[in-house]
């Protein structure tokens, strides 16, 4: 408990952060400039189609204007995953409705991810692959969406930790986790873009940051175990991780199993929810009546 007093100051910074992500001017200055990356996009594609970019810039611009769509999305879902980030210092239940909605927001990029693949002006004459594609990522998202609302009204709050300093250390202890993880996708993001510019490469941000997260999601169930020893706390925090990993993993399965996989996730996780909610600690002790 010394030990991670000691790095309160740490803790200090990720509430700075915290509160300037929250702040309500960030949110709509960073909408305003997602919406001017778009524009921008479908501008530089347009150049590089006409052939006035330079051989460096052409080489990294594509030249299928729906790819401005992609890029846009992609930011979209870099905010949710910072957003994800931040909620791990919160509730766990808090962290995991978190995790429902950046899935959501995944299959519904891979939906407009799917639009790349289709030729200018549009048409179909290849086959309706690509529409499949987008009509099974939609219905996989719109299950998700319909999962997290039935998740939102059957979590309830387990208040395993009574003492007060030890809720306090164990909240600095996820926010230390937290400020390493954003600095951790600030350097991921730093060196994957300066490859890009380079050559242009994808190097699969998001699956690398989900892998971190993974040993994350790992360190935290460690962590909650020193703070809540308790079976039904042990049990409802590790199978929560359980949902997180499949979730994660899925990412790297290819169609349809990233979508089937995702949704196993999900109804897993309300699953638990109501299990956890239903046969809560106190009906676990129950005692047997006397004969």
Same mark, same amino acid.
């Given at each position: 408990?010394?030990?991670?007093?000691?790095?309160?100051?740490?803790?200090?910074?990720?509430?700075?952060?915290?509160?300037?992500?929250?702040?309500?001017?960030?949110?709509? @200055?960073?909408?305003?400039?997602?919406? /001017? *990356?778009?524009?921008?996009?479908? /501008?530089?594609?347009?150049?590089?189609?006409?052939?006035?970019?330079?051989?460096?810039?052409?080489?990294?611009?594509?030249?299928?204007?729906?790819?401005?769509?992609?890029?846009?999305?992609?930011?979209?879902? @870099?905010?949710?995953?910072?957003?994800?980030?931040?909620?791990?210092?919160?509730?766990?239940?808090?962290? $995991?409705?978190?995790?429902?909605?950046?899935?959501?927001?995944? $299959?519904?990029?891979?939906?407009?991810?799917?639009?790349?693949?289709?030729?200018?002006?549009?048409?179909?004459?290849?086959?309706? @692959?690509?529409?499949?594609?987008?009509?099974?990522?939609?219905?996989?998202?719109?299950?998700?969406?319909?999962?997290? @609302?039935?998740?939102?009204?059957?979590?309830?709050?387990?208040?395993?930790?009574?003492?007060?300093?030890?809720?306090?250390?164990?909240?600095?202890?996820?926010?230390?986790?937290?400020?390493?993880?954003?600095?951790?996708? *600030?350097?991921?993001?730093?060196?994957?873009?300066?490859?890009?510019?380079?050559?242009?490469?994808?190097?699969?941000?998001?699956?690398?940051?989900?892998? *971190?997260?993974?040993?994350?999601?790992?360190? #935290?169930?460690?962590?909650?175990?020193?703070?809540?020893?308790?079976?039904?706390?042990? /049990?409802?925090?590790?199978?929560?991780?359980?949902?997180?990993?499949?979730?994660?993993?899925?990412?790297?399965?290819?169609?349809?199993?990233?979508?089937?996989?995702?949704?196993?996730?999900? #109804?897993?996780?309300?699953?638990?929810?109501?299990?956890?909610?239903?046969?809560?600690?106190?009906?676990?002790?129950?005692?047997?009546?006397?004969?």
């Amino acid at each position: 408990a010394a030990v991670i007093e000691k790095f309160e100051p740490l803790t200090h910074v990720y509430d700075a952060i915290h509160h300037f992500w929250q702040h309500p001017r960030t949110r709509r @200055g960073l909408a305003a400039g997602i919406f /001017f *990356v778009y524009l921008a996009g479908l /501008f530089g594609i347009e150049a590089n189609r006409q052939g006035w970019l330079p051989p460096w810039m052409a080489q990294i611009t594509p030249l299928n204007h729906f790819q401005a769509i992609h890029l846009a999305f992609t930011l979209i879902l @870099g905010m949710e995953v910072i957003e994800l980030i931040l909620t791990i210092a919160g509730s766990l239940s808090k962290s $995991l409705g978190k995790q429902f909605e950046v899935m959501a927001l995944i $299959l519904l990029r891979d939906a407009f991810k799917e639009l790349s693949h289709l030729p200018e002006p549009v048409n179909l004459t290849a086959g309706i @692959g690509p529409v499949i594609h987008i009509a099974s990522a939609g219905t996989g998202a719109l299950c998700i969406f319909i999962c997290l @609302g039935f998740y939102y009204q059957w979590r309830t709050h387990q208040n395993y930790i009574t003492d007060p300093d030890e809720r306090m250390r164990y909240v600095m202890s996820k926010k230390l986790i937290s400020l390493g993880l954003i600095a951790l996708f *600030v350097g991921i993001a730093l060196r994957d873009l300066a490859v890009f510019s380079r050559t242009g490469a994808d190097m699969a941000f998001f699956e690398t940051i989900y892998t *971190v997260l993974i040993f994350a999601d790992i360190a #935290l169930v460690l962590i909650s175990q020193r703070f809540m020893p308790s079976f039904h706390a042990v /049990f409802r925090n590790s199978g929560f991780v359980i949902g997180t990993l499949i979730m994660r993993l899925s990412l790297s399965a290819p169609w349809p199993w990233d979508i089937a996989a995702s949704l196993f996730a999900a #109804l897993f996780v309300l699953a638990l929810t109501w299990a956890t909610s239903y046969f809560g600690p106190a009906r676990l002790r129950k005692p047997l009546p006397r004969s």
